[in-house]
């Protein structure tokens, strides 16, 4: 059956955590890592299971990689393979990225098309195009994508459809040891992008307007070694302030960088919550009981992310009064909706919007997560819940959340895992 975890809701949540580094930051520098063809130390990588599956494609396509606490160091110098076996890719969705950086390195690539996932049909043609333009040919024959580009990458000009944030990734690695110059027109302008190009820049690379719609990149002949500390991970931070909002606690938060919480603090100080911040720190303080949400809109950066509207709608589960919550990005990311109803509360989903009308206590159930953002979500009803609340499927919780449940046992949470 796997494990489970059992948690005792109704315990207010007190005290101080310092936040995990950023998952979607560091699973795109470690492919950036194939590109230098050196010796690259990044540190504050999370231990996760996605980092895990990052480390495995980087061992595979021959580079040594060693961790020493939260530092990773990849030596991609012996690195002697181009392709990734579709057991690897499908251990993670966001392997995908590896193949504008395996493309920059040896100029050919075979991997498999990622496919669906949890959260939706997740196509690649987005990717594909860009690279595409850049000069690969790619063939997809049986689930595999064979690319090359016999007269290397060239730097082009590349509009997005829609500013996908793996797809502005992958140009970003294919770009920059591109012959020429590439723009990226309506790129997304997200912090893990900014944090990318920080990188890459460290290495040597020519990034210009990262965090901006338009990205510039100027190649350059070759990359050198760099050591570089990944980003905090905005969406744990917003996870462990939710965790504090619905049991009406007081928490504090370090190594954040409030900024990257812009997009989220509105529903909080809505719900009636006072934020505090201070450096690289934030307190939260919450009331006995939330007030609605009001309405809430998940767009690219720097609106309302994806990743944290599960949290969002526990929030507004327990709330007094009534709150709408738009997902706009993944068009199957409502899946923990049915489990929120097992526990008690009122929420109308119809197509892409929630309506959530705020009940005074859940009561726990026994879950199960069925994706990483909302397996997550299901551990923060349990504990607003009255009663005992289960989650079953950790493995989905295990890909992005580091000591999910030592963290919040420190704060005073009755959680185990079992
Ligand atoms: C990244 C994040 C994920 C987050 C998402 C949106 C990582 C590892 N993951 O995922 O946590 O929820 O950004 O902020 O960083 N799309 C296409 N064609 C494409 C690419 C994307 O139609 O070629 C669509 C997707 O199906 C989705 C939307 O664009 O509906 C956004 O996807 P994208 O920004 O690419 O998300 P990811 O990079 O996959």
Redesign the pocket.
């Known amino acids: 059956m796997g494990e489970k975890l059992v948690i005792q809701g109704g315990r207010r949540l007190e005290g101080e955590l310092s936040v995990q580094g950023s998952?979607?930051s560091a699973?795109?520098i470690l492919a950036a890592a194939v590109v230098t063809g050196g010796s690259s130390i990044i540190k504050n990588c999370p231990r996760l299971t996605d980092v895990d599956a990052a480390s495995r494609i980087l061992e595979y396509l021959g580079c040594k990689v060693a961790r020493t606490g939260d530092t990773l160091i990849v030596d991609s110098s012996g690195i002697c393979r181009s392709d990734i076996p579709e057991k690897l890719m499908h251990e993670m969705?966001?392997s995908i990225?590896f193949l504008g950086a395996i493309l920059a390195r040896f100029g050919n690539a075979v991997v498999s098309t990622p496919g669906g996932c949890e959260?939706?049909?997740?196509?690649?043609?987005?990717?594909?195009s860009a690279l595409e333009a850049l000069g690969a040919e790619i063939t997809e024959l049986h689930g595999r994508l064979y690319c090359s580009c016999g007269n290397g990458l060239r730097g082009a000009k590349i509009t997005l459809s829609?500013?996908?944030?793996?797809?502005t990734?992958n140009i970003m690695l294919a770009a920059v040891t591109a012959k020429g110059t590439t723009t990226i027109i309506n790129a997304?302008r997200?912090p893990?992008i900014v944090d990318l190009a920080c990188f890459l820049n460290g290495c040597g690379a020519k990034i210009k307007g990262s965090g901006e719609g338009i990205i510039t990149i100027e190649g350059v002949s070759g990359l050198n070694n760099y050591e570089h500390t990944v980003i905090p991970d905005r969406?744990v931070a917003s996870t462990y302030m939710t965790a504090a909002a619905v049991t009406g606690g007081r928490v504090t938060l370090n190594n954040i960088i409030t900024e990257h919480l812009n997009p989220v603090l509105s529903i909080y100080e809505k719900a009636g919550c006072t934020i505090k911040t201070s450096g690289e720190s934030l307190e939260i303080k919450a009331p006995c009981r939330l007030g609605s949400i009001g309405a809430v809109r998940t767009m690219?950066?720097p609106g309302f992310?994806?990743?944290s509207q599960a949290a969002a709608m526990v929030m507004a589960s327990t709330a007094q009064g009534t709150s709408v919550i738009i997902e706009n990005?993944?068009?199957n990311r409502f899946k923990h909706v049915g489990e929120l109803v097992r526990m008690g509360a009122k929420i109308m989903v119809e197509n892409i919007v929630a309506v959530v009308e705020g009940v005074p206590r859940l009561h726990g159930v026994e879950t199960e997560a069925a994706d990483l953002r909302g397996g997550a979500a299901l551990v923060l009803a349990g504990l607003a819940a009255e009663g005992e609340t289960t989650v079953r499927g950790l493995h989905h919780i295990d890909r992005g959340c580091q000591s999910f449940e030592n963290n919040l046992r420190l704060l005073g949470a009755e959680i185990k895992r079992c």
């Open positions: 998952k979607n699973l795109p969705r966001s990225v959260i939706g049909l997740r196509p690649i043609n987005i990717h594909l829609f500013p996908s944030v793996g797809a990734e997304a997200e893990e969406i690219p950066y992310p994806t990743d990005i993944f068009e």
